[in-house]
């Protein structure tokens, strides 16, 4: 048996087997059932009930479904007024080419875009679970899975979103980059490059893996180190592709400032909404997201203190910087911190040193409010997320 096999083998073993990876499944489902719940409940109580399936496929699953219907454009977008506008050439690529693919069998678009989405959530609950299990033990990996499907606006992982596709590669890459699996690694990075931005962060701490394992062992160098270069070509391939598509070298840049303000400001604009928000701020939801982007910094700084896997932290700290240090919608912000992990580690590895009932108890009043929040800002929140 080869050395991966080994190593697949072990993890598998580590993971409770069929009945462990069952219970993070099982988790998950609760996770979803639970918040589906509550968005029927809200939905129904609100002055414009459009029903749940309807919550699901709302602002950015737009878009999605666009590329994976109609493709991407070849230009820039403009209003009748001749302002540029954001289109389609913002989003990468992998969720709507799922998408598609599912649809080819003769599925719906929007119902294709809801299956890869609950789909790649389950694989991610999978790959979280062994992801936890591979860095410390099994009851590490049902408590993380637990508390990122239950954290405030994990909604996203039932919507026609990425976060689900783009949890499953990241996490799927840094478990087998964990087992020193390299061609599945570097396959998974490279995929979760073109599924999301923060992609890169990702390839990165992959590359990171692939140097601590070079300087540990010389003995075939190239695969490692291959794994690394294949995932780092990611979002620079999708980027120069937009730019030949439309002839213009910044235009993915371009196209995502003039459709929503985004733009790496290093965090002055992420630092004006704290100061605004917290000193006169008009609202509990825009109060709420300054206390959830400050309390991930610190969550992380625990995490880092501790000293968790290098390549991990790599990972969590690179995407916070993505997201602090962008302008942007502020209420955006939580939802793409949610597939850190980094963030999270503290809380699932007390869970799973402290006792059973305590556990239950503080990860059941996490979700409780966790998945509340996410289907209150679906169902009655006015703006996207």
Known sequence: MSLAAKERSRLWELAGGWRGVGAAVG?????RIAQLVILGWLDAAGDDPIGVRNRLLVWDAGWFLRVATD??????????????????????????????????LGIEAHTAALVVAWLAS??????????????????????LVAICFSAPVSVVFSMAYSEGTFLALVAGMLVAAHRRVWWASGLLGLLAALTRPTGAAAAVALAVAALLAVRESREKAWQPLGAAVVALAGVPLFLAWVGLRVGDPSAWFRIQA??????????????????????????????????ILLAAPAAAAVALVRRPWAPLAV???????????QAGFYHSKPRLLVPVLLTLLPAAVAAA?????????????????????????????????
Do not use: C, Q
């Open 71 to 104: 493709g991407y454009p070849h230009s820039y977008t403009y209003d009748p007024a001749g302002r540029m506008e954001g289109n389609e050439l913002a989003f990468f690529p992998v969720y709507p080419m799922l998408i598609r693919l599912v649809a080819a």
């Open 27 to 31: 988790i998950f489902a609760l996770t």
């Open 353 to 385: 040193r402290a006792r059973p009932r305590v556990a239950v108890l503080s990860i059941a009043a996490w979700a409780a409010f966790g998945l509340w929040y996410g289907a209150y800002l679906v169902a009655v929140w006015p703006y996207t997320l």
């Open 258 to 291: 003039a459709g929503w303000g985004t733009a790496f400001d290093f965090g002055s604009s992420t630092l004006r909404f704290l100061g605004t928000t917290l000193s006169t701020g008009d609202g509990w939801v825009p109060v709420s997201v300054a206390f």
């Open 315 to 325: 990972y969590g700290v690179i995407a916070m910087v993505l997201v602090y240090g």
């Open 122 to 143: 389950i694989g991610a609950a999978v790959a979280v679970h062994l992801l936890g299990t591979s860095l410390r033990d099994k009851r590490t990996g049902w408590t």
